[in-house]
């Protein structure tokens, strides 16, 4: 099939030995119904790839994974599979499968584009540790844009997303990634100017966020994180002597609330407690000269005029949207 250029196969029986990954593909999309040994070997889904090198710029993989070698090592560099078009990757399926295929990916030359995108999505906490590490090995330093938890749909817009399912067991939280990840693998973060966290984190850390993103202009909240333990942390200044201060976020410009605060709408103290909250934060940061230039709620049913105006005394731009929606205050 030499003119054959998208393939999208969904639940079709296939092996990564068929003919038609000889075509000069440009994008690849695979979610076929079968068992790991029905798809044929790990070596043939490289091979396949290497074909595919040339030319692929958009590879998405849904449990398409051959069975791993039990004697599987990091591959020479000789055996990687250098991709000089490809601009995104989605993976899904086992942590250990996904982490065994990236060893044999190489998409950090500069595409057409110029971007990059990797959606990988596990599914357990087994080997986030090793494929977090592997990627920092591979991608820290230059990822500018992370989302943690999200559509696969979106990974056109981020330069990495790194997810575990929910279907880990009651003994571990499903939103360990994160966690994990700044431990494991903080070079990830060292470049980074965007991130997008799409998950809740009890009790999170947050300052073990902020001490490895120290380039991060823009931040974004999506359903109901712990808010107040977030605006705490965010406006919990250091001093260095006398009169330097040392703030979390320096470079912090633009926040981003989505669907917060996610709460009982007849829970008017509770609400109330938040906006305090926020108000305190930034009107802290401004003094101290770290003002926030803009701050959006996005679909924040709760948010009133007079909350967006008692804002705008400290923050530059105060924005509310809702999807579908171009109203803004």
Sequence with gaps: MPYLRHLDLQFLPMQWDYAVFHSPLVTLTLRPPGKAHQLGTFDQLVTALRRLAPTLEHLSLYEAFPPIPVDSNAPASEEIV?????????????????DA????????????????????????????DQLSQGSS???????????????PQRIDSVDI?????????????PSLPLPIIIR???????????????ESYPQFDWPSL????????????CVNPECILFLSALSTFDRLGSSDVVAPLPNLATLELAEIPHRDPTDEAEYDVWVCSLVDCFDVRGKLGFPLDELRFRDCRRIRVSDVERLKLSIGQVLVTRTGDRNRR
Excluded: W
């Design 82 to 98: 250098s991709f000089s078009r490809l601009q995104s990757v989605c993976l899904t399926g086992s942590t250990n499968q996904c």
């Design 101 to 128: 295929l990236l060893r044999y990916i190489d998409f950090s030359n500069e595409s057409a584009s110029g971007r990059h995108s990797l959606f990988i999505e596990g599914d357990s906490s087994t080997g986030i």
């Design 161 to 173: 997303t790194i997810i575990s399912s929910t279907s880990l067991s009651d003994e571990i939280p």
């Design 184 to 198: 494991e693998a903080p070079n990830l973060f060292s470049a980074l100017n965007e991130l997008e966290i799409v």
């Design 210 to 221: 902020f001490a490895v993103v120290p380039q991060l202009k823009k931040l974004c909240l």
């Design 137 to 151: 090995r591979r991608y820290g330093g230059s990822i500018t844009k992370m989302r943690v938890g999200a559509d």
